[in-house]
Nanobody
């Protein structure tokens, strides 16, 4: 069994910061790409940021310069540092990991989601 457990969500005022964490555990050979997605009410889930095993990153335009994705391969954990938060960032945030359970078996796993609310 593989699990992704997220933490770090909450409520913050505009301009504030939050740091999300997502730790993978279980039967893991290695982890390829990891990413953070978000889904606001009435909207489709969108990719916010992604990071390869080697550390290459990509961001949706709306968060560039404000969010930073990073990972600790030794801890099987991905982070999302969110600064200068805006009300438009309000959503449920999900982490996703492409996990190799064996050399030949690769599956995508999702976290349970964590709520981020930005409001004055």
């Amino acid at each position: 069994q593989v699990q992704l457990v997220e933490s770090g969500g909450g409520s913050v005022q505009p301009g504030g910061s939050l740091r999300l964490s997502c730790a993978a555990s279980g039967r893991i050979f290695s982890i390829n790409d990891m990413g953070w997605y978000r889904q606001a009410p009435g909207k489709q889930r969108e990719l916010v940021a992604a990071i390869t095993r080697g550390g290459s990153t990509d961001y949706v335009d709306s968060v560039k310069g404000r969010f930073t994705i990073s990972r600790d391969n030794a801890k099987s954990t991905v982070y999302l540092q969110m600064n200068s938060l805006k009300p438009g960032d309000t959503a449920v945030y999900y982490c996703k990991a492409e996990i190799k359970k064996t050399v030949w078996m690769v599956e995508d796993y999702w976290g349970q989601g964590t709520q981020v609310t930005v409001s004055s």
